[in-house]
T-cell receptor, first 117, second 109 residues
Framework: GAVVSQHPSRVICKSGTSVKIECRSL??????MFWYRQFPKQSLMLMAT?????????EQGVEKDKFLINHASLTLSTLTVTSAHPEDSSFYIC?????????????FGQGTRLTVV | GQNIDQPTEMTATEGAIVQINCTYQ??????LFWYQQHAGEAPTFLSY????GLEEKGRFSSFLSRSKGYSYLLLKELQMKDSASYLC??????????FGAGTRLAVHP
């Protein structure tokens, strides 16, 4: 199956600093990638949809100036958490979808555990 | 609006069969997915239904009724390693995948 690589897997940063998370589709071109956040024992919450070459579409309640998303190429999307605070500590996961007729499985990166201290 | 409901927790015995239900109300529907997620890991794909009926894949089967907004995941011959969260997700408009809260399944000997 398709592979999505997410980096880093874990990061600890100081409050007020920024952290960049990368998501790469290794063996297919992903015109659309999605960024999710997951708090402990909760499900994945969609943050934004990242479209190659255009601005990301953010879900209601997600601050676009705080969570900067860039989709510079068909294989790379980045999420930058700016001015991080302890409440931003969470598990961030990207996914990319391949569209083959009606088969539109979503492939997930390994996730990034962000801890803001 | 979007609403996807699953039971929060379930327990079952090794070797048994368990059915995890999912009901949904979404603004668009292009298919329903089931994912398995172990703690601290990313979700892994289990099944996909876009037409009504049952899809079988080894020990896992998934059923969909679009008219009822209902799906279930059936796990047979449960193994200890099946202890995980099971996420129901609906593919709606704009290619988005919206997840339910997940069902934590605990398999006991």
């Amino acid at each position: 199956g398709a592979v999505v690589s997410q980096h880093p897997s874990r990061v600890i940063c100081k409050s007020g600093t920024s952290v960049k998370i990368e998501c790469r589709s290794l063996d297919f071109q992903a015109t659309t990638m999605f960024w999710y956040r997951q708090f402990p024992k909760q499900s994945l919450m969609l943050m934004a949809t990242s479209n190659e070459g255009s601005k990301a579409t953010y879900e209601q309640g997600v601050e676009k100036d705080k969570f900067l998303i860039n989709h510079a190429s068909l294989t790379l999307s980045t999420l930058t958490v700016t001015s991080a605070h302890p409440e931003d500590s969470s598990f961030y996961i990207c996914s990319a979808r391949t569209v083959k007729g009606i088969d539109t499985e979503a492939f997930f990166g390994q996730g990034t555990r962000l801890t803001v201290v | 609006g979007q609403n996807i409901d699953q039971p929060t927790e379930m327990t079952a015995t090794e070797g048994a069969i368990v059915q995890i239900n999912c009901t949904y109300q979404t603004s668009g529907f292009n298919g329903l997915f089931w994912y398995q997620q172990h703690a601290g890991e990313a979700p892994t794909f289990l099944s996909y239904n876009v037409l009504d009926g049952l899809e079988e894949k080894g020990r896992f089967s998934s059923f969909l009724s679009r008219s009822k907004g209902y799906s279930y995941l059936l796990l047979k011959e449960l193994q200890m390693k099946d202890s995980a969260s099971y996420l129901c997700a609906v593919s709606g408009g704009y290619n988005k995948l919206i997840f339910g809260a997940g069902t934590r399944l605990a398999v006991h000997p």
